[in-house]
């Protein structure tokens, strides 16, 4: 999968901030509503003209941010991207709130920063340059996989239960020899 248009990038300071205003009845910074949202800590460089520029984006682990995943459903966003994938939580509001999680490749952070055009706006940059929330202009970013979907589906459980059928055939024959 490749993305184009507005996304924003939220670690753990940007998820907490974001539910701090919308309980206290204030307006988000961005509109996330049929968005997506990057588990990511991008490195940032300003240019001659002040102007913020993206050096590298890589994902970080997205499980941190399991407890966020009903919040995050009920804003409206459509597509979480991170590496690692999430938990239970996440597949219940994906499914509720018709969501799909997909994994960008961990290593791949220079390759990633080339589908980013533009750095359209910062918030919260007093929680230092990776908690900060990025607004981001991506022209085909990618690539990510889906992962996790709207139907339940997680490819990291099907990955775990092949490894544990594997390790107990395994298991099996060494202990029968």
Not at 34 to 59: R, S, T
Request: glycine share 10%; hydrophobic share 40%; with cysteine.
């Amino acid at each position: 999968v490749y993305l184009y248009g507005t996304l924003c990038t939220a670690r753990d300071m940007a998820h907490l901030q974001m539910r701090e205003r919308v309980e206290s009845g204030k307006q988000l910074p961005e509109q996330m509503k049929g968005g997506a949202i990057f588990h990511a800590g991008p490195v940032m460089i300003k240019d001659a003209e002040n102007n913020w520029q993206l050096h590298v984006i890589g994902p970080t682990t997205s499980i941190r941010m399991e407890p966020h995943a009903e919040f995050v459903g009920s804003l409206g966003v459509k597509l979480i991207i991170g590496k690692g994938g999430m938990s239970t939580d996440s597949l219940q509001a994906f499914r509720q709130y018709k969501q799909a999680y997909l994994q960008a490749a961990p290593g791949c952070a220079v390759v990633l920063a080339t589908g980013i055009k533009k750095v359209k706006a910062v918030h919260w940059l007093e929680n230092g340059m990776p908690e900060a929330m990025w607004v981001l202009e991506a022209q085909r970013f990618g690539p990510f996989i889906v992962t996790m979907d709207c139907h339940g589906n997680s490819r990291y459980d099907v990955v775990k239960k092949q490894a544990r059928e594997i390790a107990e055939k395994v298991m099996a024959e060494k202990n029968s020899g």
